[in-house]
């Protein structure tokens, strides 16, 4: 079992920025591959970023290349999702997901375990 914990949600302003942080605990972090999806009301949870076990991959949506990257501290058990130049249509509650894969897993359904979401919101 692994408990995740996402934090740095809030308001900002378009072109701003926020770093989301998810703190990891329970079983091994390193063995898990992490993502990140958002869901914005109305709409389905959507595919943002992950990373490998290792650090040594990332993937990224293509609306949020170039703007956003995927980090991970296995040491601190900890995933980061530092977010530039944000836009209105970033708005979004954002959900950090930890998957049993030794690859990059981009859909929802491949992810083992979920944190409860923190907010963004992103004013035009």
């Known amino acids: 079992q692994v408990q995740l914990v996402e934090s740095g949600g809030g308001l900002v302003q378009t072109g701003g920025s926020l770093r989301l942080s998810c703190a990891a605990s329970?079983?091994?972090?390193?063995?898990?591959?992490m993502g990140w999806f958002r869901q914005a009301p109305g709409k389905e949870r959507e595919f943002v970023a992950a990373?490998?076990?290792?650090?040594?991959?990332?993937y990224y949506v293509d609306s949020v290349k170039g703007r956003f990257t995927i980090s991970r501290d296995n040491a601190k058990n900890t995933v980061y999702l530092q977010m530039n130049s944000l836009k209105p249509e970033d708005t979004a509650i954002y959900y950090c997901?930890?998957?049993?894969?030794?690859?990059?897993?981009?859909?929802?359904?491949?992810?083992?375990?979920w944190g409860q979401g923190t907010q963004v919101t992103v004013s035009s």
């Open positions: 990373i490998d076990r290792s650090r040594g991959s990332t």
């Open positions: 997901a930890a998957s049993d894969s030794i690859v990059i897993v981009t859909i929802h359904t491949g992810y083992d375990y």
């Open positions: 329970g079983r091994t972090f390193s063995r898990y591959a």
